[in-house]
């Protein structure tokens, strides 16, 4: 049923051309859009050529929109994010819905997805801790986790459901260490994973688009309203940017590390811009001085992670009467240093 009516609406060829290229590649940004744009519009009409500087911002994003429109109805969807570390913009067709049947579609087995799933739980429970935010595991790491937790650690875990979590490890051994680095590799090719230069894997940005809810569902503790006599905030391991309100994996914290606040890098100066010029915390007022790292450069810069230079931060503790130093009760100092 294509042609006159898809036709009059705007999608045609040249759209569909341009949805089959992005699933082959997962990714795209407008640099990179627009020699592919510009080769596919001049196949689609030959006598007229399509230089790539022709290809505008408005005519991709014309495209973004237009295709969106047609491929709703399948749960699916184009989003855009801004790279954390590059600052690209970057766009990805993801998948709109997270229920069971659509995280159980996948080709990999149980133990890989098991092993997946350790993975991310060193991301973002042992390697983001109060004092900490890593959120990234070294390579050597993440291959130790290819085995299955032995059965003393499956106890402490399940308590008196041990017998029960015991006999779930027993029929899963976990991966090879050969096995581990395949679906590493696998995980990076596929545009799940990212590996840096330093080594550390963490989620690329369009893993974090499509695992957005799944993420927060998974690692934030949701507030318990019944609850009126536990006055202990719930603890939100997956924060987001105060500026562009994206998930900050990588970036910066507020000096007081008792505060939610957390900006991307590239986000640090609009974030001041908006509060006209004022260089300061847009929760706790704080000035955001030498702010801590969060990503892969808060396991490099020591166990609280603060960065190397500290008379920026002396002078934002003085200010604040030692406020910038605070530290969770609850802090788990093994977690800072595991990566």
């Known amino acids: 049923m294509s042609g006159e009516g898809e036709e009059r609406a705007g999608y045609t060829n040249v759209h569909r051309a341009f949805l089959q290229a992005l699933l082959s590649r997962q990714t795209i940004t407008y640099p990179e859009a627009k020699p592919l744009l510009a080769a596919i519009e001049t196949a689609a009409t030959p006598a007229r050529l399509t230089l790539v500087e022709d290809v505008s911002q408005q005519d991709f994003d014309n495209y973004i929109h237009t295709l969106n429109e047609h491929i709703s109805p399948f749960d699916l969807e184009i989003r855009s994010t801004r790279h954390q570390a590059t600052k690209l913009q970057v766009y990805a067709l993801v998948n709109t819905t997270s229920d069971a049947l659509t995280q159980m579609a996948t080709l990999r087995t149980a133990d890989e997805m098991a092993f997946v799933k350790r993975v991310l739980d060193a991301m973002f429970e042992t390697n983001n801790s109060a004092r900490a935010e890593v959120m990234a595991v070294n390579s050597m790491q993440a291959v130790k986790l290819a085995k299955a937790p032995n059965d003393s650690a499956a106890r402490r875990e399940s308590g008196a459901g041990g017998q029960t979590q015991r006999a779930g490890q027993a029929a899963s051994a976990g991966l090879t260490l050969a096995q581990a680095e395949r679906v590493l590799a696998d995980l990076v090719s596929e545009g799940w994973l990212e590996l840096s230069a330093k080594g550390y894997y963490t989620l690329t940005p369009r893993a974090l688009m499509e695992l957005r809810g799944w993420l927060i569902d998974t690692y934030n503790e949701p507030s318990d309203e019944e609850d009126d006599e536990d006055d202990e905030e719930p603890r939100e391991r997956i924060k987001f940017c105060k500026a562009c309100k994206e998930i900050v994996s990588m970036g910066q914290r507020c000096p007081t590390l008792t505060c939610p606040a ?78």
């Open 262 to 339: 957390r900006l991307h890098d590239g986000c640090v100066r609009n974030m001041f811009r908006a509060q006209g010029g004022n260089e300061q915390c847009p929760v706790c007022k704080t000035a955001w001085t030498d702010a801590p790292p969060v990503g892969e450069k808060a396991a490099r810069n020591g166990g609280d992670g603060r960065r190397a230079s500290t008379n920026g931060n002396a002078a934002a503790r003085r200010r604040s009467g030692g406020a910038t130093s605070a530290v969770p009760d609850d802090a788990d100092d093994s977690s800072d240093t595991s990566v």
